[in-house]
C-alpha cells in the first residue's frame, strides 16, 4: 500500500474495500441533500415570471408584469448570500461537531425553509417578496451546508481507487435536481393550464392571469422539503465517517467498531498508533498558521479561485437561461402567452437543456475522473467553455437571425456539458480530498462559498450586464448594459483565467486522503522507526 500503508487499519481498510452496499447508501444519502440543493436554488428561477405577472402586472400596460429589477435580484440572489454564508459556517462545525449531526441540522433548516418559503404572506407584493426573500436566505443557510458535508462524508466513506467517481456521483445529483425541478413545474403548470385556461394576454389583459396560478409557484417552492425529508431519516441511521472519528475525535475504538459493522470484517481499534498520529506535527497546524500556508496555502488559493471563476459563468447562464431563449424567439413574446403557458414553455426549455447539456456532463465526470484524473478533466472543461462561448459571442448575430435558433441552443447546451464535464464538478470534489481531516470540511467550506461569491456576481452582474446597449430596449426599470454579446467575452475571459489557475491544485487520483494531506507523513516516519519494536507492541495490543 502507498504511503499510509503503515496507518491506522481502519483507514487502510476504508482505501482498499471493494465497492459495496455502503458506498451506494453514502452516495444516495449525500446525493439527496445535494439533490434538494439544487432543486431548490434553480426552482426559483422558473417562477420567476410568474411571480411578475401575478403580483405587478398594471392591466393598463401593453405588457404583462415583471419583477422590478431590486425585488428580481432579492428573489433569484438572497438565497446565494444564505449558501455563502451556510458553506461557511456548516463547513467549519463540520469539522468541530462531526459530519453527521451537522448533515442532519442542515436537512431539517432545509425543510422547514422550503415549507415557509412557499407559505410566504402578505397584504402587499413588497410583503409577499419580503418574507419570501427571507425564507429563500434561511433556505440558502441550509443548503450551504450540504456543500462541505456531502463532500467530506462521501470522500471519508470512499475508496481511494474509485473516490472521483463516488464523489463525482455525489454531485451529479445536482443535474437530478435541476432536471427534477423542470419537470414538477412542467407538471403542474400543464395541470393547472388544463384545470384552468386562460387566454393569452394580449386577448385579455385581466384574465390571462388566473387568481389559482398563485398555488403553482407555492406548490412548486414547497416539494423541495420532500427529498431532505426522506434523506434525514436514512443519514441519522449510518455512522460517523472514520476519518472523523479516528483522526479529529481521536477514538480508534469507535472507528473500528463503526467501520467493522459497515465493512463486514474484524478490525482492530490502535489506539496507541493513533495516538502517535495525531500528535505528530502533521497533524497539528491550524488553518492560519504558517504551516498550512506552506503546505495547503496555494492548494487553497487554487480551489478557491477556481471554483469563484466557473460559477460566474455557470450561473450567469443557468439563472438567465430563460431571457437568452427569449433572446433567440424559442419562447415566444410574454404578451402572446397566458401566464401558466409561459410557465410551461420557460420549464419546457430547461428541462430539455437539462437532459441534453446538463445531466450527460455530470456522468461522463462520475464515468472518466478516476480514469483521466481532476486535473485533465478540469482543464479541457474549462478550454471548451472559453471556445463555445467565443463561439456563441463572436457570430452572434448569426445565431439571432431567424433559422439559427436551434444552433445556438446546441452550443448553449455544448458549454454546460463541458461545465459538468469539467470544473463544474472537479471543483466540487478536489476541496474534500487535498486538505487534512481536521479542516477538511472548513477548506471545503471556505472553496464553495468562494464559488458562490462568483454565482452572486454571474447572477446579479448579468442581470444588468446582459441589457441591451440601448436603455430603450433594455427590461422595465434597467440601466443599459453591454448587452448579451459583450457579456459572453467577459465570460469567456474568466473561464480562461480559470484554466490557468487551475496549476495551482494537486491530482488526487489513486492517492488515499491522509497522503495527500500530509497527515501520513510524520506518523510514517515514525512508524519506520518503531518497526524494530513491532513484536513488543503486539504483544501489548
Same mark, same amino acid.
Given at each position: 500500500?502507498?504511503?499510509?500503508?503503515?496507518?491506522?487499519?481502519?483507514?487502510?481498510?476504508?482505501?482498499?474495500?471493494?465497492?459495496?452496499?455502503?458506498?451506494?447508501?453514502?452516495?444516495?444519502?449525500?446525493?439527496?441533500?445535494?439533490?434538494?440543493?439544487?432543486?431548490?436554488?434553480?426552482?426559483?428561477?422558473?417562477?420567476?415570471?410568474?411571480?411578475?405577472?401575478?403580483?405587478?402586472?398594471?392591466?393598463?400596460?401593453?405588457?404583462?408584469?415583471?419583477?422590478?429589477?431590486?425585488?428580481?435580484?432579492?428573489?433569484?440572489?438572497?438565497?446565494?448570500?444564505?449558501?455563502?454564508?451556510?458553506?461557511?459556517?456548516?463547513?467549519?462545525?463540520?469539522?468541530?461537531?462531526?459530519?453527521?449531526? /451537522?448533515?442532519?441540522?442542515?436537512?431539517?433548516?432545509?425543510?422547514?425553509?422550503?415549507?415557509?418559503?412557499?407559505?410566504?404572506?402578505?397584504?402587499?407584493?413588497?410583503?409577499?417578496?419580503?418574507?419570501?426573500?427571507?425564507?429563500?436566505?434561511?433556505?440558502?443557510?441550509?443548503?450551504?451546508?450540504?456543500?462541505?458535508?456531502?463532500?467530506?462524508?462521501?470522500?471519508?466513506?470512499?475508496?481511494?481507487?474509485?473516490?472521483?467517481?463516488?464523489?463525482?456521483?455525489?454531485?451529479?445529483?445536482?443535474?437530478?435536481?435541476?432536471?427534477?425541478?423542470?419537470?414538477?413545474?412542467?407538471?403542474?403548470?400543464?395541470?393547472?393550464?388544463?384545470?384552468?385556461?386562460?387566454?393569452?394576454?394580449?386577448?385579455?389583459?385581466?384574465?390571462?392571469?388566473?387568481?389559482?396560478?398563485?398555488?403553482?409557484?407555492?406548490?412548486?417552492?414547497?416539494?423541495?422539503?420532500?427529498?431532505?425529508?426522506?434523506?434525514?431519516?436514512?443519514?441519522?441511521?449510518?455512522?460517523?465517517?472514520?476519518?472523523?472519528?479516528?483522526?479529529?475525535?481521536?477514538?480508534?475504538?469507535?472507528?473500528?467498531?463503526?467501520?467493522?459493522?459497515?465493512?463486514? *470484517?474484524?478490525?482492530?481499534?490502535?489506539?496507541?498508533?493513533?495516538?502517535?498520529?495525531?500528535?505528530?506535527?502533521?497533524?497539528?497546524?491550524?488553518?492560519?498558521?504558517?504551516?498550512?500556508?506552506?503546505?495547503?496555502?496555494?492548494?487553497?488559493?487554487?480551489?478557491?479561485?477556481?471554483?469563484?471563476?466557473?460559477?460566474?459563468?455557470?450561473?450567469?447562464?443557468?439563472?438567465?437561461?430563460?431571457?437568452?431563449?427569449?433572446?433567440?424567439?424559442?419562447?415566444?413574446?410574454?404578451?402572446?402567452?397566458?401566464?401558466?403557458?409561459?410557465?410551461?414553455?420557460?420549464?419546457?426549455?430547461?428541462?430539455?437543456?437539462?437532459?441534453?447539456? *446538463?445531466?450527460?456532463?455530470?456522468?461522463?465526470?462520475?464515468?472518466?475522473?478516476?480514469?483521466?484524473?481532476?486535473?485533465?478533466?478540469?482543464?479541457?472543461?474549462?478550454?471548451?467553455?472559453?471556445?463555445?462561448?467565443?463561439?456563441?459571442?463572436?457570430?452572434?448575430?448569426?445565431?439571432?437571425?431567424?433559422?439559427?435558433?436551434?444552433?445556438?441552443?446546441?452550443?448553449?447546451?455544448?458549454?454546460?456539458?463541458?461545465?459538468?464535464?469539467?470544473?463544474?464538478?472537479?471543483?466540487?470534489?478536489?476541496?474534500?480530498?487535498?486538505?487534512?481531516?481536521?479542516?477538511?470540511?472548513?477548506?471545503?467550506?471556505?472553496?464553495?462559498?468562494?464559488?458562490?461569491?462568483?454565482?452572486?456576481?454571474?447572477?446579479?452582474?448579468?442581470?444588468?450586464?446582459?441589457?441591451?446597449?440601448?436603455?430603450?430596449?433594455?427590461?422595465?426599470?434597467?440601466?443599459?448594459?453591454?448587452?448579451?454579446?459583450?457579456?459572453?467575452? /467577459?465570460?469567456?475571459?474568466?473561464?480562461?483565467?480559470?484554466?490557468?489557475?487551475?496549476?495551482?491544485?494537486?491530482?488526487?487520483?489513486?492517492?488515499?486522503?491522509?497522503?495527500?494531506?500530509?497527515?501520513?507523513?510524520?506518523?510514517?516516519?515514525?512508524?519506520?522507526?518503531?518497526?524494530?519494536?513491532?513484536?513488543?507492541? *503486539?504483544?501489548?495490543?
Amino acid at each position: 500500500m502507498a504511503r499510509g500503508g503503515d496507518g491506522l487499519q481502519v483507514l487502510s481498510a476504508l482505501d482498499a474495500a471493494k465497492t459495496q452496499w455502503y458506498h451506494f447508501t453514502a452516495i444516495i444519502v449525500a446525493g439527496m441533500g445535494f439533490f434538494t440543493d439544487a432543486y431548490d436554488l434553480f426552482c426559483i428561477s422558473l417562477v420567476t415570471k410568474l411571480l411578475g405577472r401575478i403580483y405587478y402586472t398594471d392591466t393598463s400596460k401593453d405588457n404583462p408584469g415583471s419583477l422590478p429589477p431590486n425585488v428580481a435580484a432579492a428573489v433569484n440572489g438572497v438565497a446565494f448570500c444564505g449558501t455563502l454564508a451556510g458553506q461557511l459556517f456548516f463547513g467549519w462545525l463540520g469539522d468541530k461537531l462531526g459530519r453527521k449531526s /451537522v448533515y442532519g441540522m442542515t436537512l431539517m433548516l432545509m425543510v422547514i425553509c422550503s415549507i415557509a418559503s412557499g407559505l410566504s404572506f402578505g397584504h402587499t407584493p413588497t410583503g409577499v417578496m419580503a418574507t419570501l426573500c427571507f425564507f429563500r436566505f434561511w433556505l440558502g443557510f441550509g443548503i450551504g451546508g450540504g456543500y462541505p458535508l456531502s463532500a467530506t462524508i462521501m470522500s471519508e466513506y470512499a475508496n481511494k481507487k474509485t473516490r472521483g467517481a463516488f464523489i463525482a456521483a455525489v454531485f451529479a445529483m445536482q443535474g437530478f435536481g435541476i432536471l427534477a425541478g423542470g419537470i414538477v413545474t412542467l407538471i403542474i403548470s400543464a395541470a393547472f393550464r388544463a384545470g384552468y385556461p386562460a387566454p393569452a394576454y394580449k386577448d385579455d389583459h385581466f384574465n390571462s392571469t388566473v387568481p389559482q396560478s398563485d398555488f403553482v409557484w407555492r406548490i412548486i417552492l414547497m416539494l423541495g422539503a420532500l427529498p431532505a425529508l426522506l434523506t434525514y431519516y436514512w443519514r441519522m441511521k449510518m455512522p460517523e465517517t472514520a476519518r472523523y472519528t479516528a483522526l479529529v475525535a481521536k477514538n480508534a475504538k469507535q472507528a473500528a467498531a463503526d467501520m467493522s459493522k459497515v465493512l463486514h *470484517t474484524e478490525i482492530v481499534d490502535e489506539q496507541e498508533k493513533l495516538d502517535q498520529m495525531v500528535t505528530a506535527e502533521s497533524n497539528t497546524f491550524g488553518l492560519f498558521s504558517s504551516e498550512f500556508a506552506r503546505r495547503h496555502g496555494l492548494h487553497l488559493v487554487g480551489t478557491a479561485t477556481t471554483w469563484f471563476l466557473l460559477d460566474i459563468a455557470f450561473y450567469s447562464q443557468n439563472l438567465f437561461q430563460k431571457d437568452i431563449f427569449t433572446a433567440i424567439n424559442w419562447i415566444p413574446k410574454a404578451n402572446t402567452m397566458s401566464a401558466l403557458e409561459e410557465v410551461f414553455r420557460i420549464s419546457r426549455a430547461q428541462t430539455l437543456i437539462a437532459l441534453c447539456g *446538463t445531466v450527460p456532463g455530470y456522468w461522463f465526470t462520475v464515468a472518466l475522473i478516476d480514469v483521466v484524473g481532476r486535473f485533465a478533466i478540469q482543464l479541457l472543461g474549462f478550454f471548451m467553455m472559453t471556445v463555445f462561448m467565443l463561439g456563441l459571442a463572436i457570430p452572434y448575430h448569426h445565431w439571432t437571425t431567424a433559422g439559427n435558433h436551434i444552433g445556438f441552443v446546441v452550443m448553449y447546451g455544448f458549454t454546460f456539458f463541458f461545465a459538468n464535464f469539467g470544473p463544474n464538478s472537479t471543483t466540487f470534489i478536489v476541496p474534500a480530498e487535498i486538505f487534512p481531516a481536521r479542516l477538511r470540511s472548513t477548506c471545503h467550506g471556505i472553496s464553495a462559498a468562494s464559488g458562490k461569491a462568483g454565482a452572486i456576481i454571474g447572477a446579479f452582474g448579468f442581470l444588468y450586464a446582459a441589457q441591451n446597449q440601448d436603455k430603450s430596449k433594455a427590461d422595465a426599470g434597467y440601466p443599459a448594459g453591454i448587452g448579451v454579446r459583450n457579456s459572453l467575452f /467577459v465570460l469567456a475571459g474568466c473561464n480562461m483565467l480559470g484554466f490557468v489557475l487551475t496549476f495551482l491544485v494537486p491530482e488526487s487520483k489513486g492517492k488515499s486522503l491522509e497522503e495527500m494531506s500530509g497527515e501520513a507523513d510524520d506518523a510514517e516516519e515514525e512508524a519506520v522507526g518503531a518497526r524494530a519494536v513491532r513484536p513488543s507492541e *503486539t504483544q501489548m495490543v
